[in-house]
């Protein structure tokens, strides 16, 4: 007990030295999540202060769920940030419009010829603006800054392409190609002809994703929906106009089916998460991957010389364009309640801004959200980017599907990897759900 | 004894301690893969999946610790650890000691309030706690963040010692009492070395609670400065990438000194879960 009390007085010495920092006015914090980020951003904000004399603050709370927790209590205390990132859906979002806490940018962003607005891509942007009668009841504007984009897409390993005899400049462009190149692999590794494994057994993975996580099942079935059926057929079945027992609907269930057949799909697609996918894509034992545009990070920090490309899933069909998913990687906020507002929207302009959209691509691995940078960060950041022209995301259609109808085709497309149910009967078995919620919602 | 007893005996001997040997197992391997990833390199950390690693990379703890300015974040959790566990200890020893001896209006209810808290989990209440300390100016500060510690650690403190207060003979009080003791002489000098295996179980509980927390330090700290040992940890967390040798490095030095107060004090550990817990 004595012991503790002397280690406690020496405690109350030391702390009565711990006393937080003042900030002056003109400082510039920023509040964010992102852990990959903070020497580039730190960096960045040197050369800001070089530049003009402002000294910008970035503070780092990481995990981002605890980040989202200090960001809640803050506005109980009024104590949020010169700058900060509303992380959630845009319901979440709006709420923080609502309550004063977040500044139009649409001001800022239409000055000289809107130039500010016209360098990011639309849908960049998309995700940090409230339309006209938008559902949330905020008033029209644009509230955030896309620091970063996002798109998920394929992968290919090059090198492994080589090594079956394929063009390693040529990925699959129809979702036949596709399923050919997985009996090839299902052939080499039953010993077949392919270069440089002599006739041998290769042990080859075709594709690998992280297929236990539901999300990611719904984003691949998405994106084969828009393409056989078009946006406006999707739209009608969430609305409860087109059943998913639909032919469209059941063709789009069977892409599952036919890519199990072809043996293209990894033992285990359903219970694998997605980072053990990205190891054994990194590792060069799968020769394609479904992913986002942050394994570019990752494969990077994995194996460094792994030598892959991106592109868009092969189309099954012509009647619509492929679209993905995409949209706003990162965000920034500016505090309405700021002292320094006008410093804040100064600082996120000349972030935006091609310099230092390329510097920060470069160092962080992340798409620029600057759509006039592509030249200026390496070819495969490049092909994620360009890829926004075909990017979707549900947040932005307007309407939204009940998650448990969500739930049960995604759990229903694992079910038919699994040989356990077919296309038709899993159509039949979601359009039941989707009866029963709509039946739900009517009462 | 015949042989089949014998038999029987040594059989169901050799069962339970296969049984205990696999539990010890799968307790002691996280820590070993722990300490031997962080040799390890962020490559072999999956690839070589040995317990003793085919090269040791040393300089995994050095960069842990230089790159993180984890000596500043150390002194900070050894602070608030041992100005918590005190502050602990000293209230909820004194509480649990009224609690259980003292004739008091409103005891039980009192009582009953404390034990609900234990029941609030703890982000239930950082916002009102934020809002409090906001109130109070003690946001942002080393003092706001241990009181607010001390008060989330008190409810189970107080319930662990009230327990063994309960079993306390009376007579121990009354011969103190003719000795000419005070409450809070009786409090320092015969309930306090009595209970302590309860107070180590006490100072064990809180000061793994305090080493480990970082949320509402999170929360309340807006100065990187005052933040605890955790905050290291989380930079070698990534977005999407975790660096795990170095985040293993970091672990295996956060890990010692709980592991050092865990031995010294184990021997009344067991004794006080004991009594204090089971009755």
Redesign the interface.
């Known amino acids: 007990m004595k012991f503790l009390g002397t280690l406690f007085t020496v405690c109350l010495i030391l702390i009565s030295g711990c006393s937080p920092k003042i900030d002056s006015s003109k400082v510039v914090t920023v509040w964010h999540w992102m852990t990959d980020r903070e020497p580039a951003f730190k960096e960045l904000a040197k050369r800001y202060e070089a530049k003009t004399g402002i000294k910008v603050n970035f503070e780092l709370y990481a995990p981002s769920d605890a980040y989202s927790q200090k960001v809640r209590s803050a506005v109980q205390g009024a104590n949020l940030p010169d700058i900060f990132g509303i992380l959630g859906e845009k319901r979440d979002f709006s709420s923080f419009v609502k309550a004063g806490f977040v500044l139009d940018l649409t001001p800022y962003m239409l000055e000289n010829n809107a130039k500010w607005k016209n360098s990011f891509f639309v849908k960049a942007l998309a995700v940090n603006e409230f339309t006209d009668g938008n559902s949330y009841g905020v008033k029209t504007g644009i509230y955030g800054v896309p620091v970063d984009i996002m798109t998920i897409q394929m992968v290919y390993n090059k090198s492994l392409f080589k090594q079956l005899g394929l063009n390693p400049n040529h990925p699959p462009q129809t979702f036949d190609e596709l399923l050919e190149i997985g009996r090839k692999i299902s052939a080499t590794n039953r010993g077949g002809p392919a270069k440089d494994y002599g006739g041998k057994a290769a042990n080859l993975q075709g594709f690998v994703s992280g297929w236990s996580e539901l999300w990611m099942i719904d984003c691949f079935a998405s994106n084969y929906a828009f393409n056989i059926m078009g946006k406006d057929k999707i739209i009608a079945t969430i609305k409860g106009q087109v059943p998913y027992t639909d032919p469209d609907w059941i063709k789009v269930l069977s892409i599952f089916r036919q890519m199990r057949e072809s043996g293209i799909l990894i033992e285990g697609l359903v219970t694998m998460i997605n980072k053990t996918a990205e190891q054994l894509f990194a590792n060069g034992k799968a020769v394609f991957a479904f992913n986002g545009s942050w394994c570019v990070n990752v494969y990077q920090r994995m194996n460094p010389e792994l030598d892959y490309a991106a592109f868009l899933p092969p189309k099954t069909s012509d009647s619509y364009p492929m679209s993905i998913w995409g949209g706003a990687g990162s965000s920034f906020v500016v505090n309405a309640r700021s002292k320094n507002k006008q410093e804040a929207v100064n600082f996120l302009k000349w972030l935006t801004e091609l310099n230092q959209q390329a510097y920060l691509s470069r160092v962080t691995n992340n798409l620029p959200a600057n759509r006039e940078c592509l030249d200026k960060v390496p070819p495969i950041l490049a092909q994620f980017s360009r890829a926004m022209d075909n990017a979707t995301h549900p947040n932005a259609w307007g309407v939204s599907e009940f998650p448990i109808v969500i739930e049960a085709f995604d759990k229903g497309v694992q079910a038919i990897i699994l040989r356990e149910k077919t296309p038709e009967q899993v159509a039949f078995e979601v359009q039941k759900v989707k009866e029963r919620e709509l039946f739900k919602k009517r009462q | 004894m015949s042989i089949y007893h014998k038999a029987k005996k040594t059989t169901i001997n050799t069962l339970i301690h296969l049984f205990l040997l696999a539990v010890a197992i799968t307790c002691i391997y996280p820590l070993l893969w722990m300490v031997a990833s962080s040799f390890k390199t962020?490559?072999t950390i999956?690839?070589d999946i040995s317990i003793i690693p085919r090269h040791l990379h040393f300089e995994n703890y050095y960069l842990a610790v230089s790159n993180s300015d984890f000596g500043r974040y150390f002194?900070?959790s050894t602070?608030y650890t041992?100005?918590v566990?005190?502050?602990i200890?000293v209230v909820s020893s004194m509480a649990a000691y009224a609690f259980s001896r003292l004739r008091f209006p409103g005891r039980n209810i009192l009582f009953i309030i404390f034990i609900a808290a234990m029941m609030i989990p703890m982000?239930g209440g950082?916002?009102p706690l934020?809002?409090l300390l906001?109130k109070l100016h003690l946001?942002?500060?080393?003092?706001g963040y241990?009181l607010a510690m001390i008060s989330m650690g008190l409810a189970t403190s107080i319930f662990i010692l009230k327990t063994f207060f309960d079993k306390m003979p009376k007579e121990l009080e009354d011969a103190a009492r003719i000795d000419g003791c005070s409450k809070l002489g009786i409090w320092w000098h015969v309930a306090?070395p009595f209970a302590k295996p309860a107070l180590a179980v006490v100072v064990v509980f809180n000061a793994l609670n305090v080493w480990n927390e970082?949320?509402l330090a999170?929360?309340i700290f807006?100065?990187?400065?005052?933040m605890p040992l955790q905050r290291a940890l989380?930079?070698f967390?990534?977005?999407?990438?975790t660096n795990y040798p170095l985040l293993m490095a970091g672990l295996t030095i956060t890990a010692l000194p709980i592991i050092i107060v865990y031995i010294f004090m184990q021997k009344y550990i067991v004794k006080g879960v004991a009594s204090s817990v089971l009755g």
Request: no cysteine; net charge negative.
């Open positions: 962020q490559e999956f690839s002194l900070n602070i041992v100005s566990v005190f502050g200890v982000p950082f916002v934020y809002v906001n946001r942002d500060t080393a003092f241990i306090i970082y949320v999170l929360i807006d100065s990187k400065n005052l989380m930079m967390r990534g977005e999407f990438l």
